[in-house]
């Protein structure tokens, strides 16, 4: 089968092994110790496990390689962002199928034998999310209907295969070939966005996307970005949301969608200067309002 994107026209050849897992890493040493733990705690399987280090600051290369030398890592020396990471991973993956985990997540026992036992018995999935809980128990949004900005494009995303739009990129599993049809990752997206990129990606291609609900995995959730700035992380997640807009919609729709956004901005902005003096908790009120002023002045810069 021949494969084309960002790896170039390649002959397919038949996978060594069923699962290869890949988790991308950045400055999340703790959190990465605990992961692998419950990776090889995982009973009845032996998979294929890839880190690709983003030039961590820590020590979390010194320590997979000292605690799990069955681990293969790929050390980079600058952070080359989450889509890029995993497709340096693809590139040297041997799975039927490949599995993309997050350092902060845990899996619970039985995960690896929910999904590939899932995917075996659903030959129209290309792509499918597992069940995603918070350290709690309390479950954790993973599954999406709807793409951002679809109710302003809906004959552009007319005939896609499934209900489901997107799963959380935390946990998700995938069939190799198809990855490597599509090209894997869209590495213009280097943090957020890649996850809803590559499901669409997916069901453009003809395959549906699917939930794993007895696939249960703990996830923590913004490690890699714990020391971000609020302001700095929204405005990394707008860039993204853009990029997904220029990508998959006309210039129609993303004027439309723009328009809606500061529209919907100078409402909130308005509502809580009304409601602020108020507030007996200020500062949550605050950090809405710094975060709309921040939407309204990204989409009133924006040029379409």
């Known amino acids: 089968m021949l494969s084309s994107g960002n790896f170039g026209i390649v002959l397919e050849t038949k996978p060594l092994c069923d699962l290869s897992i890949i988790i991308v890493n950045y400055n999340t040493a703790d959190m990465l110790v605990r992961c692998l733990h419950s990776i090889y705690s995982q009973p009845g399987n032996n998979p294929e496990v890839i880190v690709v280090d983003n030039a961590s600051q820590d020590n979390s290369l010194e320590v997979t390689?000292?605690?799990?030398?069955?681990?293969?890592?790929?050390?980079?020396?600058?952070?080359?962002?989450?889509?890029?990471?995993?497709?340096?991973?693809?590139?040297?993956?041997?799975?039927?199928?490949?599995?993309?985990?997050?350092?902060?997540?845990?899996?619970?026992?039985?995960?690896?034998?929910?999904?590939?036992?899932?995917?075996?018995?659903?030959?129209?999935v290309g792509l499918a999310g597992t069940r995603i809980v918070n350290p709690d128990g309390s479950p954790q949004s993973s599954v999406e209907r709807r793409y951002p900005g679809e109710r302003h494009s809906k004959d552009k995303l007319s005939g896609l295969k499934g209900d489901i739009a997107w799963v959380l990129g935390a946990s998700m599993i995938a069939r190799r070939f198809v990855l490597r049809n599509i090209g894997g990752f869209d590495e213009r997206f280097f943090i957020y966005g890649e996850d809803l990129d590559l499901c669409l990606s997916v069901r453009k291609s003809g395959w549906t996307i699917a939930y794993i609900p007895n696939a249960v995995v703990v996830h923590w959730g913004g490690a890699s970005e714990r020391d971000t700035l609020p302001v700095e992380m929204w405005k990394k997640?707008?860039?993204?949301?853009?990029?997904?807009?220029?990508?998959?919609?006309?210039?129609?729709?993303?004027?439309?969608i723009r328009q809606a956004n500061i529209i919907h901005a100078l409402w909130r902005i308005f509502t809580l200067n009304l409601t602020l003096p108020f507030c007996k908790g200020k500062e949550t009120s605050l950090k809405k309002l710094e975060r709309y002023r921040l939407i309204l002045t990204t989409y009133r810069e924006r040029k379409i």
């Open 237 to 256: 997640k707008f860039e993204a949301e853009f990029l997904f807009y220029e990508k998959h919609y006309s210039r129609k729709t993303i004027r439309a």
């Open 65 to 124: 390689k000292a605690t799990f030398p069955w681990v293969k890592v790929i050390a980079n020396k600058q952070n080359l962002g989450f889509s890029r990471a995993n497709n340096q991973a693809i590139e040297i993956s041997n799975g039927k199928y490949i599995y993309f985990l997050n350092p902060d997540t845990e899996l619970k026992e039985g995960a690896f034998d929910a999904i590939i036992e899932f995917m075996e018995s659903n030959p129209e």
